[in-house]
């Protein structure tokens, strides 16, 4: 088993920048991918970002390219999601998600076993 806690989210201006964390606990080592999602009021989960444990191989949706970075930290089992010039767009609930096996889906939601509780993100304009 693999618990997250994401943590970072607020209220926050359009043009502010925030950094989501993701602390990782229990087996960690058997994740290969974490990935962040997120999902607006009336809408579809979807897609933001993802990274490979091992590596550190990035990838992002296209919608955010640019904006955003993931990252991680090994040694503390952490990963981070830094949101640039933030969008009232961006408004949303953002989760953290850990996939245990290596797949070329990483974007698919389904593919990841663990899930954290979210944390809300709200961009005023």
């Known amino acids: 088993q693999v618990q997250l806690v994401e943590s970072g989210g607020g209220l926050v201006q359009a043009g502010d920048s925030l950094r989501l964390s993701c602390a990782a606990s229990?087996?960690?080592?058997?994740?290969?991918?974490m990935g962040w999602f997120r999902q607006a009021p009336g809408k579809e989960r979807e897609f933001v970002a993802a990274?490979?444990?091992?590596?550190?191989?990035?990838y992002y949706a296209d919608s955010v390219k640019g904006r955003l970075t993931i990252s991680r930290d090994n040694a503390k089992n952490t990963v981070y999601l830094q949101i640039n010039s933030l969008k009232p767009e961006d408004t949303a609930v953002y989760y953290c998600?850990?996939?245990?096996?290596?797949?070329?889906?990483?974007?698919?939601?389904?593919?990841?076993?663990?899930w954290g509780q979210g944390t809300q993100v709200t961009v005023s304009s």
């Open positions: 229990g087996r960690t080592g058997s994740s290969d991918t």
């Open positions: 990274i490979r444990w091992s590596g550190g191989r990035t």
């Open positions: 998600a850990a996939d245990r096996h290596y797949s070329s889906t990483y974007y698919y939601a389904g593919d990841y076993e663990y």
